[in-house]
């Protein structure tokens, strides 16, 4: 089993709908959690950190459940812009510093 | 922007090569990483540095080395290069303060005839 896991996508949604990624995560000892957007070769960049009692910017909501060690994204009123791939990422403590761990993404496309 | 940048950004080798992918950056961040991310699974960890002198392996270290001789510069080299290699490179700092976060510079993409 992966570590990290999310829905294979790809999603293809109309401007304006809302959609929702999952992720699933093994290690119970992980302490903190992100989403990634990456753009198609570019690099990965934050999008937001994820908090326990859950978080919003703008038009994106975090959420994260440590009991069922799950991870959601949600989008509101898609932008052509949000198309991209969204990764989830969870870190725990290593030897040395913080180990972080990526999912294998999930690839919105955003149609007109 | 994390003030990091890549060099060189795009690279054709042959196999049996040695090649050295520069990462550098201008913030003085203790950590610093190399990855690379191919389809099917996602991006993974080469190797990764906890200060100058000091580096561990990751996920995937088999057939590269590492070297950090100033906080400033990470260098990843592939000493003799194979077509499995091929593949984008990313380097990534993390910053500390609050929640350690990752931040990534802008990807070699190196192809191994």
Not at chain 2, 16 to 40: A, F, I, S
């Amino acid at each position: 089993r992966k570590e990290v896991e999310q829905d294979p996508g790809p999603f293809n949604v109309p401007e304006g709908a809302t959609v929702a990624f999952n992720c699933t995560y093994s290690n119970s000892a992980s302490q903190s959690f992100f989403w990634y957007r990456q753009d198609c070769r570019k690099e990965p960049k934050l999008l937001m950190s994820v908090y326990s009692s859950g978080n919003e910017d703008g038009r994106f909501t975090a959420q994260l459940n440590r009991a069922s060690q799950y991870i959601s994204l949600l989008i509101r009123d898609s932008k052509l812009s949000d198309s991209a791939t969204y990764l989830c990422v969870v870190s725990s403590r290593g030897n040395y510093g913080q180990n972080f761990v990526f999912g294998p993404g999930t690839r919105l496309s955003v149609l007109p | 922007d994390a003030g990091i940048t890549q060099s060189p950004r795009h690279k054709v080798t042959e196999t049996g090569t040695p090649v050295t992918l520069r990462c550098h950056q201008t913030e003085n961040h203790r950590y610093m990483y190399w990855y690379r991310q191919d389809p099917g699974h996602g991006l993974r960890l080469i190797h990764y540095s906890y200060g100058v002198k000091d580096t561990d392996k990751g996920e995937v270290s088999d057939g590269y080395s590492v070297s950090r001789s100033k906080t400033e510069d990470f260098l990843l080299t592939l000493e003799s290069a194979t077509s499995s290699q091929t593949s984008v490179y990313f380097c990534a700092i993390s910053r500390t303060g609050g929640v350690e976060t990752q931040y990534f510079g802008p990807g070699t993409r190196l192809l191994v005839l």
